[in-house]
């Protein structure tokens, strides 16, 4: 097949790179354009609006995008300019085109921002803050515009983390690697993360299977705690872990004269480190066929993690 991979620079776009150009022709199309192995060309943005610019491609991958700033310093509207503004463009472009795939990657922020129990994609959307509005306002674009001989796939991530992975994770990593102990061991909460690896299984799926146009939840099969995401990270750096669990009430306490003080702990990140956030990944599975994704929680987390050191 050809495919075309907006933000193809990026880690997920360098990571589908690795996994797809062995058997597919690949082009860019991103805000830089470095030469890259296994891309034949990345075209910048203005060349959609080009008459023969961009050759004719069986696939789209949309990944550009402007990623969650978690430290809130990024104005709303950069969020809506960008995730939702280049969505319409690159789908537009996509509806004029003879591809025949599109793949459109959301967020699991766009469903909800807080979980009960375990998402589903029938979840009434509920984001919250700029990052999750802004991609569920290009998941409504593409869902009221959609073609009866084209198949539109909108995926909704978990974290995804993988080599190459800059993020939260790597502050974790930094954190445990000083040895400095986890304060926060009593809440004991279960998240759901995505690997890169079964990302790559599941985009290679959509592309090469025949699977009906809609929305897919995207996550590993196992949820993992805070508490064994430290223990994980240990066992990496050989170390012991060191989970203090300190009374929920002190610590609860001590975020907010966090927040007050302006130091790291504050109520929101205690609340982003210990919420519950599971994500049922059922449904891609079932659409693609298979029983289980490719690779184990703990075992693509060992991967990433040792691409930390």
């Known amino acids: 097949m050809k495919i075309l991979i907006t933000g193809v620079h990026g880690f997920v776009g360098t990571n589908l790179v690795k996994a797809l150009s062995k058997e597919h022709t690949i082009y860019g199309l991103d805000i830089i354009s470095p030469t890259k192995e296994g891309v034949r060309f990345t075209f910048s ?37 960008v995730n939702t503004g280049l969505t319409q463009m690159i789908y537009d472009y996509f509806l004029k085109s003879k591809a025949k795939k599109f793949i459109f990657f959301s967020t699991a922020k766009a469903a909800a921002d807080k979980v009960e129990g375990i998402l589903t994609e029938d979840v009434v959307p509920s984001p919250v803050g700029p990052y999750g509005e802004s ?6 674009y593409i869902q009221e515009h959609l073609a009866n001989d084209k198949q539109v796939y909108i995926l909704r991530p978990c974290m995804i983390h993988g080599p190459g992975n800059k993020g939260n994770l790597n502050l974790l ?38 699977v ?58 205690l609340r982003k480190l210990t919420e519950n956030y599971i994500s049922s990944n059922a449904k891609i599975k079932k659409a693609l066929g298979v029983e289980k994704m490719p690779v184990d929680a703990r075992e693509g987390l060992q991967r990433t993690l040792e691409s930390f050191k």
């Open 45 to 81: 943005w203005d060349y959609l609006d080009k008459e023969n610019g961009i050759p004719e491609v069986d696939a789209i991958i949309h990944l550009a995008g402007k990623a969650h700033d978690t430290k809130n310093q990024t104005v709303s509207d950069v969020y809506f300019k």
């Open 135 to 140: 991609k569920i306002a290009a998941e409504k």
């Open 173 to 210: 990593y930094g954190v445990v690697k000083k040895g400095i102990p986890w304060p926060l061991g009593a809440f004991e909460n279960r998240r759901t993360f995505t690997s890169i690896e079964n990302l790559c299984f599941v985009i290679n799926g959509l592309l090469t299977k025949d």
């Open 212 to 269: 009906p146009t809609g929305i897919y939840n995207m996550g590993d099969d196992e949820a993992l705690s805070t508490n064994e995401l430290i223990e994980e990270i240990c066992k990496s750096l050989g170390k012991n872990a060191h989970i203090w669990k300190l009374p929920k009430g002190l610590m609860t306490g001590v975020a907010k004269i966090g927040g007050a003080l302006h130091l790291p702990l504050d109520s929101e990140r």
